[in-house]
C-alpha cells in the first residue's frame, strides 16, 4: 500500500495560541506527535487543563501523542524595569551590573543570582536578551556590584535572559522552582521531561534518580543549550534517554558560527548512541507573525532532517504565534518533501557503541529482510517499548506499526523516529497476539489480507524476550 507519513516526528509547544481543544484537535491531525509543556511559563493549573484537552482531542481523533515537560531550569534574568517599559543601553556606555533587587535602568542593570560579583571577573562577557546586548566587565566594585561597559548595544525589559558565556556558574541544574514542578510533572501524565542548561553527566543523572524513585515509565531528555556541554556530550548521553539541540541560548552563548556544526556533531552522537534527538528554537520563526516561513527557515528544517534528527520542534510558531496550523502544515510538507529526496541516507545508523543483545541483532535482520523485499511493513510487539526505540534507530523506510498494552509505552513512542505505535492487550497465545495485530491494521486499513508485513516479538510476552523474526501474509492461518 501507498505510504505518505512523514517519518520524523514534530514536537509542538502548548500556549496562549493552541490551548483550545479545537486547535489541539487540529494540531494532532495536521502531523503534531508530541506537546511540549513549557515550565517556564503558566501555573500547574494551566499545565493539568493543557493535559487534559490534550488527551481528549487525541481520543477524538483516536491517535496517541506524547507530552514532554520542559523545566525552566538555572535560567538567570534581568529584574524589573520601570512600569515593564523598555529600556535602551547605548554602545559604549559604562553601566552597574548588581544582584540587588532594584529597578533596571539605562545605567543599572540588575539579575536575579545573588552570586554575579564572587564568580564574574574582569574581562569576561554578558549577554542581555539572547545576545542583544553584550557587555564585557571591566571592574568589581567595593559595593559589590560589577562595572561593565556596553560593546554592543540594543533593547531589553523585565525578565529578559541573562548569559554568562565561558563562566563556571556554581548555580544547580535543579532549582527549587524545577523540584516543585517535577512533583508535579511525576503526577501527571507525561512521557517525558526535558532538563535545561544541562553542562556535564551529573545534572542528568541528579534528576534521572529523582525520576526513577516514583516513575520508572518517564524518559529523560538534556537540552543542549552550553558550549560545556557538548565538551561533555558523551558523558551526558550516558545518562539521558535523548537531547534536545536547543540552539537559541546555545547560539547565544557559543556564537551563531558555530552552531550549525555543533548540530551536525550532536545529532551524529546521539543517533551512534541509539539515542532520541530533538532539533529545536527558531524553526519557522517568522511564522510566530507571517503566514508562510522564509526560505532560510524552510531550508534549516529540512537540514535537521538531512542530519538525522528523530523530530523538529515548535516552539513560539505554536505557543503564542498567529498560525500554529499552519506552523504545523508548514512543517509537515518540508518533511514530506525533504524525506522523498535523494539526500537522506538509507544506510543503517552504526550503534557500535550500544550493548549487543538478542533484540538488537532481531530487529537489524528485520530491516535487511524488508528491504530485500521492497519495503514491506514491519510490526514490532513490545512491553518496554526498547525493541521499537532500537529499530526507530536503524532508519527502516518503510511502515513500522509498534503494539503495546502499556498506554505509557504506547504515547512514549509517538517521539520514535517513523513509528506508528498502537495500543493492543497483549494475549498470551503468540499466534492469537499476532492476529490481533494484523486485525487491527486491516481495520484501520494500514494492510490489506495477502499484503506481506514482518512481524518482531517473543516466544513469550514477558519484558525483554525480543528473539523471533518472521515475515508471514496477512490474514494467512497460522494454525
Request: a positive charge; aromatic letters at 6%.
Amino acid at each position: 500500500m501507498k505510504y505518505e507519513s512523514k517519518r520524523v516526528k514534530i514536537v509542538a509547544t502548548i500556549g496562549p495560541a493552541s490551548s483550545s481543544l479545537s486547535v489541539i484537535k487540529s494540531l494532532i491531525q495536521k502531523g503534531v506527535n508530541v506537546f511540549r509543556c513549557n515550565f517556564s511559563h503558566g501555573e500547574h493549573q494551566t499545565h493539568a487543563e493543557n493535559i487534559r484537552l490534550i488527551r481528549e482531542a487525541s481520543a477524538k481523533v483516536d491517535r496517541e501523542v506524547a507530552l514532554l515537560a520542559d523545566l525552566q531550569g538555572p535560567k538567570i534574568r534581568t529584574r524589573l524595569t520601570e512600569d515593564n517599559k523598555s529600556i535602551h543601553l547605548k554602545t559604549g556606555a559604562i553601566i552597574h551590573l548588581t544582584s540587588r533587587n532594584v529597578l533596571c535602568t539605562n545605567t543599572i542593570v540588575a539579575v536575579d543570582y545573588k552570586k554575579i560579583a564572587e564568580e564574574v571577573d574582569a574581562g569576561q562577557d554578558i549577554l542581555i536578551n539572547d545576545g542583544a546586548i553584550r557587555l564585557t566587565v571591566t571592574s568589581k566594585l567595593p559595593s559589590g556590584d560589577l562595572k561593565g561597559k556596553v560593546v554592543s548595544g540594543g533593547v531589553f525589559s523585565s525578565h529578559k535572559g541573562v548569559n554568562f558565556p565561558n563562566v563556571n556558574l556554581s548555580i544547580p541544574s535543579l532549582t527549587i522552582k524545577d523540584r516543585k514542578d517535577l512533583a508535579f510533572i511525576l503526577n501527571n501524565d507525561f512521557q517525558y521531561i526535558a532538563l535545561s542548561f544541562v553542562r556535564k553527566g551529573k545534572d542528568v543523572a541528579i534528576l534521572q534518580k529523582l525520576v526513577q524513585k516514583k516513575r520508572k515509565d518517564i524518559k529523560v531528555i538534556a537540552k543542549i543549550e552550553k558550549p560545556e556541554a557538548t565538551d561533555r556530550i558523551d558523558e551526558i548521553l550516558k545518562w539521558s534517554d535523548g537531547i534536545m539541540v536547543a540552539r537559541g541560548d546555545l547560539g547565544v552563548e557559543a556564537t551563531p558560527f558555530i552552531v550549525p556544526i555543533m548540530q551536525k556533531d550532536l545529532i551524529q552522537k546521539a543517533n551512534n548512541a541509539g539515542k532520541i534527538v530533538i532539533v529545536a528554537t527558531q524553526m519557522l520563526e517568522s511564522m510566530i507573525e507571517h503566514a508562510l516561513p522564509t526560505r532560510a527557515e524552510s531550508t534549516d528544517v529540512a537540514n535537521a532532517i538531512i542530519d538525522g534528527s528523530d523530530a523538529i520542534m515548535l516552539s513560539g510558531e505554536t505557543a503564542m504565534g498567529a498560525f500554529p496550523d499552519g506552523a504545523v502544515t508548514t512543517m509537515k510538507k518540508i518533511a514530506l518533501e525533504t524525506e522523498k529526496s535523494v539526500y537522506i541516507k538509507h544506510d543503517m545508523i552504526d550503534l557500535r557503541t550500544i550493548e549487543r543483545f538478542p533484540p538488537h541483532a532481531i530487529c537489524e535482520a528485520a530491516v535487511w529482510a524488508g528491504r530485500d523485499l521492497g519495503g514491506i511493513p514491519i510490526c514490532v510487539f513490545t512491553l518496554s517499548g526498547s525493541t521499537a526505540f532500537y529499530l526507530a534507530k536503524l532508519r527502516y523506510e518503510a511502515p513500522v506499526y509498534a503494539f503495546s498494552p502499556d498506554i505509557q509505552v504506547v504515547r512514549m513512542l509517538a517521539l520514535a523516529w517513523n513509528i506508528e505505535p498502537k495500543y493492543l492487550p497483549f494475549a498470551r497465545d503468540i499466534v492469537q497476539l499476532h492476529h490481533d495485530g494484523e486485525a487491527l491494521l486491516v481495520r484501520s486499513l494500514k494492510v490489506r489480507k495477502s499484503d506481506l508485513i514482518g512481524i518482531i516479538s517473543g516466544t513469550n510476552a514477558v519484558r525483554g524476550a525480543t528473539n523471533s523474526f518472521r515475515i508471514k501474509e496477512v490474514g494467512m492461518c497460522d494454525r
